[in-house]
């Protein structure tokens, strides 16, 4: 091999071809390396100051703020331009028309009459010809303006020059950045200066400015300011914290500053996060067209229902950034986060979580509490009601969950007198079925402890064992699906594994729950049945209800019950919201649609939804008052000899009869999305999304680019 890495075949010809001699060949010199080796690059903050700099003005529900420009509400009214430029053509050679007859004298000298009446005959019959020159031309050059003036209007320029001049030039070119006050300037932290602690915005300034804070970091501290004002922490330990740590204070309780990696777009500053475009179509108001969408805990607090058949996205495009926020805002102190889902459905990385319960894996660390983390039976057994047979119960309140409430509870609350904590599946399932020995054993502890109580429970069902009617062998056979050799080690009651409880929502955790869905999608559809229950039950007795709390499930087949729908009613009021996919909403009984859409607040429609999907989608929007125009044409008949010659010459040119036509404008009252457009209107990767805040500010049906 030659020194320039090609191969000498010199000799391997019959006719080799002698190189040429010359001078040896330098290497070049390698470019002095700015900085010693193994130094890191200097930190730059100059991008995170751009970004906390860039103005997120107040907007409609669901626009993405962050740099979002306003536009009018109502589409102003643009001329074509084929006909704009076609009419600024027209008015120019009308103009060169008129300044041409003038001129040249076919109208005669009237127009130089105002030169004549009020400038005096020495001026104009002066024999000074500079003079003379001067006057004349310049009330040419006046005329000539004025005729200029008056067909630019009629011709529209100044519309050209706005839409394809230097002022359309400059909007689209970027702006740039205007100049912030000291007290203006989020850089500085003016709320610390004026709050008094000036030495703790300075340390936070010199951070951000160094490279060393990240929206993570702002956002953390933020909240922690918040909770100095609303007197939770002192004014001293947070100032200390944060000239002793500086954008490092304030630790989520992993030690973590940032998830390992991101796919969507995050606005830490305005909490949102940006799922894609809204469409510029005509059926979405004009002040959405081309801005981006974006969702946060104001929209999430009123729930989220995503409908669409496999393959539409709703997990790569809407629960994965929705799960990746909230991971985000929990690393900031606002919020806990539990998303549910299949093993392996891509709902993050496993170092994006906290807590990773792998339901049916025995390597998963964490275990799932069966009964909530509650010490109190009644209540343990209304949640585990609901899980068992929450999707028979009717949908009318006192349905099956009521009974079988009753039925475990007549088990729970012995059982855990007797043994101090509540009974395993194998246990439960034994109790269930009536098996002789542990109820004697139960009676035999309760008689000794004399809580005669709880014996008349324990009588009272194993009376109703043998009617008919009881309810204890279906829960028997719920029970059954949890008590499988692939559930060996888990909901252990002993207390010795490591069991996750909803009631940890106290705090910014974050939860991820992977169902085992292959062979056991029953023993799935419960496990989520319990979740929902437990959520909706622990959020409601929060005692710190500013922090946002939300359950995200990939897929809500068989969760949607009567008392699931009521628990998501109530969410609001605790600062807390659920996000629900369905493949579709026959996965859901009849009588539970309604309620369903009525309770939750943001809704949405992918593509692909079936007809009978899109009529409860167009039911649940309504309809609107919209301007319809019917054109009418009509044939022109012509009365005299003349006009029908002209008729005829036009229907030889143009292939068709003169016709007149005729616009009539009515305002009628037609569906936002008829069923029809919810099912073959809607483009792949699209979908239709109302949404609703916590403060009662609605968003009309918009379609939207998820990939955008």
């Known amino acids: 091999m030659d020194s320039d890495g090609t191969r000498d075949t010199r000799g391997t010809h019959a006719n080799p071809v002698p190189r040429p001699a010359g001078p040896p060949r330098m290497p070049e010199t390698p470019p002095r390396p700015a900085t010693a080796p193994g130094t890191p690059p200097m930190p730059d903050g100059s991008a995170f100051l751009t970004w906390l700099r860039t103005p997120r003005p107040e907007a409609a529900p669901g626009v993405w703020r962050f740099g979002h420009t306003a536009r009018p509400d109502e589409e102003p009214e643009q001329i074509p331009t084929r006909q704009l430029l076609s009419g600024a053509v027209i008015a120019f050679l009308v103009g060169w028309l008129v300044w041409s007859l003038l001129w040249n004298g076919y109208l005669g000298g009237w127009w130089v009459l105002p030169l004549e009446l009020f400038t005096p005959d020495s001026w104009r019959h002066s024999d000074d010809r500079v003079g003379n020159a001067i006057l004349w031309y310049s009330y040419y050059t006046l005329i000539a303006l004025t005729i200029m003036l008056v067909v630019g209007r009629l011709g529209r320029w100044g519309e050209i020059w706005r839409r394809f001049g230097p002022p359309a030039w400059n909007r689209a070119a970027p702006a740039a950045e205007r100049p912030v006050t000291p007290e203006q300037d989020p850089v500085q932290w003016p709320e610390l200066r004026m709050a008094g602690a000036v030495d703790a915005a300075e340390r936070l300034a010199a951070e951000a400015r160094a490279g060393l804070m990240r929206d993570v970091d702002h956002a953390r501290i933020t909240r922690a300011w918040q909770g100095v004002r609303s007197g939770r922490h002192s004014l001293a330990t947070f100032t200390g914290t944060v000239l002793n740590e500086g954008a490092a204070a304030c ?6 500053r940032d998830l390992p990696t991101r796919l969507a777009r995050h606005d830490l500053v305005t909490g949102q996060v940006r799922l894609g475009t809204t469409a510029d179509d005509a ?12 969702l946060g805990p104001d ?6 229902l995503a409908v669409g058949p496999a393959g539409s996205g709703k997990t790569g495009t809407v629960v994965r950034p929705l799960a990746e926020s909230l991971c985000l805002h929990a690393l900031a102190g606002r919020a806990a986060v539990v998303v549910v889902g299949a093993a392996g459905a ?11 319960v792998r339901i049916g894996n025995p390597e998963s660390v964490y275990d799932l509490d069966l009964y909530g983390g509650t010490s109190d039976p009644d209540e343990a057994a209304a949640v585990l009601a609901e899980a068992l047979v929450g999707d028979l119960a009717e949908p009318h309140q006192g349905g099956d969950t009521r009974r079988s409430t009753t039925v475990l509870a007549q088990l729970l609350g012995p059982f855990r007198t007797v043994h101090g904590r509540f009974p395993s599946v194998p246990e439960l399932r034994q109790l269930l079925d009536g098996a002789p020995g542990p109820l004697a054993a139960l009676r035999t502890g309760l008689q000794e402890a004399g809580h005669e109580s709880l014996l008349r429970e ?19 056979d719920r029970v059954a699906l949890l008590d499988r050799p692939a559930f060996a080690g888990f909901f252990d009651t002993s207390g010795q594994s490591r069991p996750f409880s909803l009631k940890a929502l106290d705090h ?3 939860v991820r729950i992977d169902l085992p869905q292959r062979g056991h ?9 319990l979740v929902l229950a437990q959520f909706t039950a622990s959020v409601a007795v929060r005692e710190d209800r500013s922090l946002f709390a939300c359950l995200v499930l990939d897929d809500a087949t068989g969760v949607v ?10 969410l609001r009021s605790g600062n807390a919201g659920v996000v629900l996919t369905l493949r579709t909403l026959d996965d859901v009984p009849r009588p539970l649609r309604g309620p369903l859409l009525g309770a939750i607040g943001c809704r949405m429609a992918l593509s692909g939804l079936t007809p009978w999907d899109g009529q409860d989608f167009a039911e649940v929007w309504g309809k609107e008052w919209i301007e319809a125009r019917d054109v009418t044409d009509r044939q022109i008949i012509a009365e005299t000899p003349a006009g029908k010659a002209l008729h005829a010459v036009r229907r030889v040119i143009t292939g068709k009869a003169p016709t007149a036509r005729a616009v009539t404008v009515r305002q009628v009252e037609r569906e936002r999305w008829s069923p029809s457009e919810l099912a073959h209107g809607v483009p792949p990767g699209h979908a239709v999304l109302s949404l609703t805040t916590v403060k009662g500010d609605h968003a009309p049906p918009l379609l939207v680019d998820l990939r955008g």
């Open 521 to 529: 999608a029953d023993a799935s559809r419960m496990l989520a049945r």
């Open 508 to 510: 910014p955790v974050r």
């Open 458 to 476: 324990l009588d009272a069902r194993e009376r109703q064992m043998g009617h008919p009617g009881d309810v204890g062998g279906v829960l028997a």
């Open 346 to 356: 891509g709902l993050g990385p496993t170092d994006a979580y906290d807590v990773v």
């Open 299 to 304: 929209l999430l607090g009123t729930s989220l």
């Open 561 to 570: 019950t009567p008392e699931a729908v009521r628990g998501i009613q109530r």
């Open 283 to 294: 059926r979405n108001p004009y002040a959405y067209r081309g801005t981006g969408l974006g």
């Open 251 to 256: 630790l989520h309780p992993s030690g973590a």
